[in-house]
């Protein structure tokens, strides 16, 4: 049985007016892509002024996540399909 997948972030101001995101997923592996299509999103908003610099990234292990979103080489030695809809998926 498959649990339910979980993503979970808060914004923090700290006293000199900087932001920064934590953000934690349920994930196979921590994934850069992702993160700097975050990064663009927040970016492109303009209010959050939170920068793919500004976020502290935290990933479980779970392998009954989907994981369609890698270019690397050793996780397609199982895998042959690179999706790009992922990143707006999660």
Avoid at 49 to 73: A, C, E, M, N, R
Wanted: aromatic share 12%.
């Amino acid at each position: 049985m498959f649990s339910r997948l979980t993503a979970r972030a808060i914004v923090v101001e700290g006293t000199d007016g900087t932001r920064i995101a934590l953000l934690k997923t349920d994930n196979y592996l921590a994934q850069d892509l992702l993160l700097r299509r975050v990064g663009q999103l927040l970016d492109a908003d303009g209010t959050s002024g939170v920068t793919y610099d500004h976020i502290l990234y935290g990933v479980t292990h779970d392998h009954s996540s989907p994981y369609y979103s890698t270019t690397s080489p050793g996780v397609w030695a199982f895998q042959d399909a690179f999706d790009q809809r992922m990143f707006e998926y999660q």
